[in-house]
T-cell receptor
Framework: NAGVTQTPKFQVLKTGQSMTLQCAQDMNHEYMSWYRQDPGMGLRLIHYSVGAGITDQGEVPNGYNVSRSTTEDFPLRLLSAAPSQTSVYFC????????????FGPGTRLLVL | GEDVEQSLFLSVREGDSSVINCTYTDSSSTYLYWYKQEPGAGLQLLTYIFSNMDMKQDQRLTVLLNKKDKHLSLRIADTQTGDSAIYFCAESMDNYGQNFVFGPGTRLSVLP
């Protein structure tokens, strides 16, 4: 199993550009989440999904869209990038219950100029 | 809203014990977690404790939970240089973990 994979690893955008951060998992996990990590603030939940076709907002959803057309993939779209979206983005997945391990991808480092 | 607090830095000497502390505000937390993040990597679950437990031990790791004070700690015995990382405390409010809240992370530096 490859686990949770994310692409790209690094990206530089100009303000106003759009892009999609890719996330995939091959463990047949139901739950997938997107977090952003900013210094001194820990991880904040952007969006999450409890299964294919089902998504919901987390703590900081503004400026981001998600979709979950398959169990494996959970892309995060930035519609019009802003400097405030400069961050490290982590995708995570887990089988189901809170007692089970949440697996994190290696992260995407995004810089918005 | 929910809030999780941690001190940002901790330095210890190799071979000593490390104690990383965390406080949280929501008494309805169901699970409390400790994650480790090594440089350039994602987060790795170290251990978790259910809210009706006081203590959990796993090899060099000991987790203590004081529900009255809403205080969680992670003790690492015989700290090694490989333990240098950022440690995140996190809580979830329900059995399905749809609402994970992370603390800011404590950067542990292990000095030779």
């Amino acid at each position: 199993n490859a686990g949770v994979t994310q692409t790209p690893k690094f990206q530089v955008l100009k303000t106003g550009q759009s892009m999609t951060l890719q996330c995939a998992q091959d463990m047949n996990h139901e739950y997938m989440s997107w977090y952003r990590q900013d210094p001194g603030m820990g991880l904040r939940l952007i969006h999450y999904s409890v299964g294919a076709g089902i998504t919901d907002q987390g703590e900081v959803p503004n400026g981001y869209n998600v979709s979950r057309s398959t169990t494996e993939d959970f892309p995060l779209r930035l519609l019009s990038a802003a400097p405030s979206q400069t961050s490290v983005y982590f995708c995570a997945s887990r089988p189901g219950l809170a007692s089970e391990t949440q697996y994190f991808g290696p992260g995407t480092r995004l810089l918005v100029l | 809203g929910e809030d999780v607090e941690q001190s940002l830095f901790l330095s210890v000497r190799e071979g000593d014990s490390s104690v990383i502390n965390c406080t949280y505000t929501d008494s309805s937390s169901t699970y409390l977690y400790w994650y480790k993040q090594e440089p350039g990597a994602g987060l790795q679950l170290l251990t978790y404790i259910f809210s009706n437990m006081d203590m959990k031990q796993d090899q060099r790791l000991t987790v203590l939970l004081n529900k009255k004070d809403k205080h969680l700690s992670l003790r690492i015995a015989d700290t090694q240089t490989g333990d240098s990382a950022i440690y995140f405390c996190a809580e979830s409010m329900d059995n399905y973990g749809q609402n994970f809240v992370f603390g800011p992370g404590t950067r542990l530096s292990v000095l030779p």
